[in-house]
């Protein structure tokens, strides 16, 4: 079942809770690929896309962790989660093979719901009230 976004998932930070809905929407994508049998049109076009924004997404979060003060540990842990990320989708990918696009795919959105859900809803938040806290401007947007 594709993922519909709730109030539970907002981190209350504008640019962050716009980029995750975008995230949701190619994780969808790609799992209604998947589920229509479309598997390599899903990990050659849905796939790049995705990481390419998740490269992205990831830069601007660490870049709000900056502004920060007294959050080193947990700062840590997130850039931690992050790295994790990109390590299993390299991983995924490269065990990739002809015969096995069904086995990835499912794999990848799996993967991706899981984790994605799990970070926002205990990580980002945690951001997002850190920053909201120390920072009012935050609170305008
Ligand atoms: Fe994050």
């Known amino acids: 079942m ?4 709730t109030k539970g998932l907002n981190t209350n930070i504008r640019s962050i809770d716009l980029q995750h809905q975008e995230l ?12 229509a049998g479309r598997n390599t049109q899903a990990l050659d076009e849905v796939l790049p896309q ?9 830069r601007e979060e660490e870049d709000l962790m900056v502004m920060l003060v007294g959050n080193e540990e947990l700062d840590q842990l997130h850039l931690a989660q992050h790295r994790e990320f990109i390590d299993h989708m390299h991983t995924l990918q490269q065990r990739r093979n002809p015969h096995n696009e069904a086995d990835t795919a499912q794999a990848l ?4 719901k899981n984790w994605l859900l799990e970070h926002i809803a205990t990580t980002d938040r945690d951001l997002g009230q850190k920053l909201l806290a ?3 401007a935050f609170a305008a947007r």
Not at 2 to 5: A, C
Not at 24 to 35: A, C, F, G, M, Y
Not at 109 to 112: A, G, I, N, P, S
Request: glycine letters at 0%.
């Open 24 to 35: 949701v929407s190619l994780i969808n994508q790609l799992e209604t690929l998947h589920l």
């Open 50 to 58: 995705l990481h390419t924004y998740v490269l992205f997404h990831f």
């Open 2 to 5: 594709t993922i519909q976004w």
């Open 109 to 112: 959105v799996h993967y991706l």
């Open 134 to 136: 120390q920072h009012t």
